[in-house]
Every structure is written in C-alpha cells, then in structure tokens.
C-alpha cells in the first residue's frame, strides 16, 4: 500500500487543525450554527477525498453527513462511521491551551508529537483518519471495494435521531461490514482490538423539599435539606463491597470463565503506571476484581454531576429547594438498559423519605455489545494491524459506550468492527484532550490494509 509523503503529512495535520477550530458542541444550542458548519466541512472533506455522492441530511437534531464511492455492486461495501460532535469543554480553567485553538505538544507517550483540542480524538481526529485513507486509496487507486460514510452530529448527546435516520435509509445504508474508530489501544507498541462495549443508562434526579429556598437558620433541623437528603440516597447505592444495591440490577449478568479472565491478564498493564498516569493513591472498585476487569467486564454506577443551593463566592446561608444529579450506569451483555432505567428509578423513590419528592429523568442508553474474533471483518483488522505495527493486536473488551452500535446490527444486519488508534491517556471528556500524531498517521497507513484483507478474506470465504 501506498506510504504517505511528507508535504501530505503537514497537509492532514493541517486540515485537521482546521475541523478541530470549529466548536461543534452538540450538548448547547448556541453552537447549532456552528454544528452546522462542521457538517458542511466535513461533507466537502469526503468530496475532496473522493466520494463522489455526498449529502447533508438534516434531522429533528444535529444534520447527518453521508458520502459514498461505489465502484462495483458485485464487491463488498464498507460502511464507515464516526462522528463530528463533540463533548463540552467545560472546566475550561484546567485547559493548558483554548480547547478551540489547536496546538502540537510533545508528551511522555507522543514524542512525535501530539495533537492538543477537544475532539482530537474523540472523534475528528479518528474520524478523519478514515476520510484520509479513502484519499490515499483513491489517489493511488487501490480501493479494492466500496465504501460508505456515516458521519454524525449527535453522538455526544446520545444519538437520539440515528435510529430513525437508518431505518429510513436502510437501502442507502446497506453494507457487509461497519468499520468504526471511536475507541483507544493498549499501546503504540501494543495494539489491540475492541471486541466488546458496554451498554449505558443515563438518568438525572432532582429531589425537591420546600417550595422555596429557606433561611438556614429559621429553618435548619427543622426542614429536610435537599442536598443532604440526595447525598444520602446516592451514598445508599453501593454497598460495602462496591457492589451496586439496586434488587435485580445484576439478573442476567454472565460470570465471565477463569479462563477468558486469564487471557484478559495477558494484556499489559501496570497498576502503578495506571495510578501515577492519573495521580490517585489507591485503586476502588468492586470487591473481587482486577482493574482492567472492573472498568470492561463488570456494570457501574457512577454520579457525572451533582448540583443544588448557593455555589457563588463567599457565603449565602440557605437551604435550597432542590438538589440534582446526573447518574450514569455503564451495563455488561445480559443487562437490558430499559430494565435496568425502571429498575433504578423504582428504587431511587423507595429509599427517598417522605419529607421530599423525587423526579427521574431517563436521558439515553443503549446495550452493551461484542465482536466474535471468528467474524471476517475482525480478522481483516488483526491482519491490518498486524502488518502496520508488527505484532498481533489483543482482543480486548471495552468500557466505554457506543449506543448505536447494537442498533446498527438490529437495522441493518451486519457487525462492527472497533479499530481505534486513541490512547486511554489522551483524556478524552477532559481537559487538555489530545490525539498523537504517531496515532493519526498510524491510523491512515492501517485502514487501508483493512480493506484490502477484508475484500481478501470474503473472496477466500466464497471459494
């Protein structure tokens, strides 16, 4: 395959500098305008790249981004997704540079440099990897089959108008394999392979107590304070051992073997590199469990946010009205996130007092999902990344969340394949995320030889 010449290297890193300006911040309705200008950039993208139908589908959200080259029927089509929205950059205070205006640092990890903005990684940066590729195999004409483009704005925000949007265009959609980076690797020395995602539930409470906020010394011991009280109720969720209290939270949660347990420890990984890289003292989590089995095998329960009363600079003594958090559940295969959305807000209200009142707001989740390493497509990706890095990738559960994922195979038949370049270090959802320029490049030169053994891999199937 075709390497990629140094005066191209300046050039994506420059086009790329270019998207990751553009606040595209799906959470805030003030960015929609500018949600709309990253879907136009990326729809001219995958025309100068080479798809030779592109189109802008507006929905009742964030627009759709579609391009497609399609240069024989009889070949297989791959359809690639990724998304152009980002995460608020919010504590801004905490960034080393403006989230918005790009810069390249060298790190401990990319000494090649890296890539500094929110949405370095996740997703542009890796999303972009993939029209990138589509240029190099159309410039040096080895695209081996089709391709097709799904690219999102509203990934950040749960996705709530995709579902809709692919059963309304399954045809269009129509693939034999989706092809996604919105995930990380072991290492740059080690790659690896996601073979399986957690489902998520996405809930906020607001427990309301007086109609008003009150003067907390007229009315302190006397009158359930919101915040104590959501505070308590939170604390009452796990239990001594970090094991989630909801009744019938864990049915159906598969006791993963002691032998898929042992393949996962092969994996590299060090507890004292894990606890420095994000300078805690001690690791926490369920009783019984390794780290790496505890943030990719096992269901979680986490508050994202907690708010209520006088934040402001000096004092304001009050007991507020209302308190509130955001309560998200990461879910392993077996657990259904409806059930378990209606299981968390039945026992929420039972464990409330009766001196407040309780409100539940389910926002988003999807189910958890997992790749057979027998599928072709994942096999074409351990061949590819083999090739670019030279050792086997390991398969390797995820912890993190793609909703639509699952929906995919449930609409339109056909499986995912996860091959990310990011790094757990890159702090995507934080402050200073970043995105390794080894890692974007790396990308380009692998995505290609995926296609390449995947249209090898049917061809040999078939015979």
Request: with cysteine; net charge negative; aromatic share 8%.
């Amino acid at each position: 395959m075709a390497t990629i010449l140094p005066a191209d290297k300046q050039r994506f890193i420059d086009e790329l500098i270019d998207l990751l300006k553009i606040p595209t911040i799906s959470a805030d309705s003030k960015y929609n305008d500018d949600i709309k200008k990253g879907a136009s950039w990326v729809q001219n993208a995958l025309s100068k790249a080479g798809c030779t139908e592109t189109e802008i589908f507006p929905t009742k959200g964030h627009p759709i981004v579609y391009g497609e080259r399609l240069i024989d029927p009889t070949l297989p089509t791959v359809l690639v997704y990724g998304h152009y929205d980002v995460q608020p950059p919010d504590p801004i205070e905490l960034w080393d540079s403006p989230p918005f205006e790009p810069v390249i640092k060298k790190t401990e990890l990319h000494q090649e440099g890296a890539l500094f903005a929110r949405g370095a990684c996740d997703d542009k940066g890796q999303m972009y990897m993939h029209i990138k590729a589509l240029e190099m195999m159309v410039t040096h004409d080895e695209l081996p089959c089709n391709v097709k483009f799904m690219i999102e704005g509203e990934e950040e925000v749960g996705s709530d108008n995709l579902e809709l949007f692919i059963q309304e265009h399954k045809e269009k959609l129509a693939n034999d394999v989706i092809l996604i980076s919105d995930t990380g690797m072991i290492s740059n020395t080690q790659p690896s392979i996601t073979t399986g995602l957690r489902g998520l539930s996405y809930m906020e409470v607001v427990i309301t107590g007086p109609n008003r906020d009150l003067h907390s010394g007229l009315y302190g011991g006397a009158v359930a304070n919101p915040i104590n009280i959501l505070t308590q109720m939170i604390a009452q969720l796990h239990d001594e051992n970090n094991r989630i209290t909801i009744p019938g939270f864990y049915e159906g949660v598969e006791d993963i073997s002691k032998e898929e347990r042992a393949e996962m420890a092969k994996a590299p990984f060090s507890l004292e590199d894990y606890k420095n890289e994000i300078k805690i003292p001690a690791i926490h989590g369920e009783t019984g469990y390794t780290t790496l089995e505890r943030n990719s095998i096992r269901p979680t329960l986490d508050v994202n946010g907690i708010w209520g009363g006088y934040t402001g600079e000096g004092a304001k003594t009050v007991i507020a009205s209302k308190a509130h958090a955001k309560i998200s559940m990461r879910l392993v295969p077996g657990q259904d996130w409806e059930v378990i959305s209606d299981l968390f807000t039945t026992h929420f209200k039972s464990i409330a007092p009766e001196s407040v009142s309780v409100e539940i707001i389910k926002h988003h989740g999807g189910q958890a999902y997992v790749t057979p390493i027998d599928n072709i497509g994942y096999q074409a990706a351990h061949k590819a990344y083999a090739e670019t890095f030279g050792t086997d990738p390991i398969p390797q559960k995820g912890g993190g969340s793609i909703p639509i994922v699952p929906l995919f195979e449930d609409v339109l038949g056909t499986k995912s394949v996860l091959m990310g370049f990011g790094l757990d270090s890159d702090a995507i959802h934080s402050p200073n995320e970043h995105f390794g320029l080894f890692n974007f490049f790396k990308g380009i030169e692998t995505i290609p030889l995926f296609y390449k053994h995947y249209v090898d891999l049917v061809n040999a199937d078939k015979n």
